[in-house]
């Protein structure tokens, strides 16, 4: 139900409390989101010295600098295929789970709450409980001792990163996933199973299609995220997967070279605007 | 669907379910190792970590600035909030869409780009490491998700509401502080939880802006874990879990209790 | 006059206004149905009334003063919304207290109007309950007295039976008519159910993409509805087309109709209510006089409804329906069979500038 909103013109002589009901929030956006972002592009433009200044003047030099070093051409290519491996893992485990959560008909609010909750714990304890599970005398490690299986490498390396990663994910997705199914009429089903299609038949036919459009945002999502994340691959990669990301932390943190941090972030916004690009095409088929 | 498939189907729902929750849940018993480095199974138990915990000075005074900061956040993300999301619902204005759009932006934008753009301009205002810097920081992403949670809020109410309140002689201000207010504390105190648990886990900005003079938890959290391989932070992280479960709980309770209200 | 309202116009941006040219007036204690298809602008007309809506031009007057550009909430106007739009956080007598309250009543006063206002509507017994604790009717009548409390001037109802099953709707009809007439209380009455707006009101509006078509009492909008549009939405209705004669008759077909105050040149539309229409069997019928209309036709359908026969008729001039009540014929025709349609000649409504191509 929405609510009756009275009309434009019947409110026309509150243009002034209109303004000053928004001036805060336009006040924070302008002074730490909008002015930060157009000055960290600007900052694409500029160069470092050596010992850390910014010359003069605005060109090209940054960015043809790193676009001339292939340590950034394949840093790039690897934060897009892990990306791109994160988003597909956590689809595949989050599919079920979600498609079961929303036919469970008890519990069904306490199960949401389960799987949407982990959300709200802070990336660092929830990364840090992969640590303790992956670790070297943690928790899966030990356990595949017990079976007398050597365990592989899992922290420190991409391995570990990409488990980390997609349990972090995962409440995302699957919040996608459930709002994609909340169209899944399981009448549809029924009308299909009436109709002689078996249970992979109406998976395939009717389900999937249907669900298609919460996949593709919750991939979008996935992807989006796994793309820019910085806590855990530095936690679970040991300093041994350079990404992005961390390398963007690196950058302003460590080198203090701001210009290559800056260009590295233009280079994950048109990541971005790329991946959206997909999704808008993607969802016009699916539609 | 056969017995066996249908078996297979459950022991396949809940190794997911476990996989999702193993962390959190697994910080537990390894908190109460009594062994000086995290390993499994501790070859002891002891509340030994905890005890340490009191007294590691950097903890104890990054967990008093979290909260305060968080608080601070909570208190100024509904006061900005607030007006912002009674004005994009109840006035009818050009451009009014771009700019819901505009105000939930920051949560589409990477926060290591967002902490890293905020450092750059911050830093020439001597903001970096500074309260007030922080909060601001911390600000940007907590709007969006205030002023979704009461946009959602104000535009759920039940039908006509107001307008009655309005024929009966009500004036907006009345209407405001009589039927609206009232009937969005559910969305008041769901965004303010969310305002505080967002500010309090921030991590990626605040590891930019809060730079090293003031201690955030979330933030020696992670410098610690990256010097020391102790049960510590297991200790840590079990408390604020069972912190967030409370709040969840509290908030749980307070819509529950405005569910009833406005059905 | 009480309420006046004169070529109240409204537009949304560029688009054909909701509402406009409109213009009406009614008298104190008097019944106005609003009538007409979803999307007429009859509820955006009552919201006008109410001020929830601003007119873009016209003017509307209470009492002789113009409130046009007065905020709704100095207006005096009671409201019933089409949700009922009980505020859900009070109890029933918060509810009703609020508009007493908004105008600074003493304490005492309130309580006892607010009992004497849940009184009116048998509600005497509900007062500390919350909104959903009620029946739907009972929220209807709590809405009510929350509206009749404060006074108003005028009485703005918006579809407020539309929420209610059949046989609470007619109750409550003639309740609302009761306390209406009881208080003299100056009352709108949107509705699109015409039975609803002929069974209670004094007279009727019928309105159509924004603008009048007719207004009347009920049996003025039943009996001479002013357009086609009219004389279909208020009931069943037959439609044939004609060829004005220079003699004032109507060619249909191979027949002649006559009107009851006819003229015109060429084409026409001739509407008929089908229970006004009589069947005999083929050649019972003398010719068509001043005062009856005949016309030759063929049983095409037959459907039987408990109450009534409902005849589909082939004639010359096209299809018609036709319905008789069921006693009244003992031996009901049968498809195929010839008959002689018959009606009385003022029972012919004529337009003759509407025909659509």
Redesign the interface.
Known sequence: ????????DA?SG?GRL?L???L??IF??V???I???A??VA?SFREATATGSMKEGMDLATWSSLVGDAYYWSMLWRTIWIGALITLVTLV??Y??AL?VSRAEKAKALLI???I??L??????????????L?D???LP?LLRSFNVTPPRLINSQLGVVI?MT?IL??YMILSLLSGFGKLDTTLEQAAETLGAG?LTVFRRIVLPLSMPGVLLGCLLCF?LA?????TPK?LGGGRVALL?TE??DQ??VTLN?PV??CL?VL??IV?GTALLFYGQLSKIVE | ?PKISRGF?AL??AS??T?????????FP?SFSADA?????PSAWSTRWYVALLHNEEMVTAFRNSLIIAACVTAITL???M??A????????LGRDA?TS??T??L???????G???????AGYGLVGSWPGVI??H??IT?PYA?RVLITG???????????????????W?VFR??TL??MTPALVASAALAF?VS??E??IS??IAGTQLKLL?VS??HY??SW?DPL??A??AL??LG??G??LIVERAIGFGKA??? | MYLEVESLEKRYGHFAPSVSDLSFSLGQGELLGLLGPSGCGKTTTLRMI???VQATSGKIKVGGQDVTRL?????????M???Y?????MTIAENVA??LQ??KARHADIAKRVESALAMVHLSGVAER?P?ELSGGQQQRVALA??LV?EPDIL?LDEPLSNLDAKLRDNMRGEIRDIQQRLRMTTVFVTHDQTEAMAICDRIIVMNRGKLEQIGTPHDIYENPATPMVAEFVGRINRLEGQWRSDGAIAVGDSLLQVKDGGGTGRVLIMIRPHRIDLGAWGTASAGSAEENTIAGTIRHVTYVGDTFQYEVATTGGLLQVEKATSSMADPFQPGDAVTLRWKTRDTLTFSTEIAG
Not at chain 1, 120 to 133: D, F, K, P, Q
């Open positions: 139900m929405t609510v009756s909103t009275v009309d434009a409110r509150g209109l000053t009901l928004l805060p929030i924070v956006n002074i730490a989101f002015a930060p972002v000055n960290l900052m485990l989050s079920p789970l079961f709450v389960l799987c909750s982990p709200l714990i802070s990336a660092v304890v929830r990364t840090y409980g992969w640590m303790v599970i670790g005398q943690g928790f030990a980390g349990e995962m409440p249970p989006v793309v820019s994340s910085f806590i936690m990301a963007i932390y302003a943190i701001w941090a800056a972030s994950i916004l971005f | 669907m189907h396949c729902i997911i379910m996989f999702l929750l193993a962390p959190v849940i697994l910080v390894i480095y995290v390993a499994w199974p006061i900005v909030a007006p912002a009674v004005a994009l619902t109840r006035w009818n204005f700019l505009l105000f932006a920051p589409l934008l990477p926060s290591i780009v967002l890293l753009a905020i450092l750059v301009i911050f601001i920081g600000l940007v709007l002023l104000l535009s759920t109410m039940p039908a006509f509401v107001e307008d009655a309140a309005g024929t009966l002689g009500a004036d907006p009345r009589r039927i009232p009937l648990i309090f886990d991590v990626v590891l930019f979330p959290l992670y874990v990256e391989t932070v297991a840590v992280s604020l879990v967030t479960l709040i969840v209200v406005s059905k | 109410s001020g929830l905020p709704t909430y100095r207006r005096n106007m009671g409201v919304f089409q949700s739009a009980l505020f859900p956080h609020f508009g908004m105008r919350k959903r929350r509206a404060i703005l």
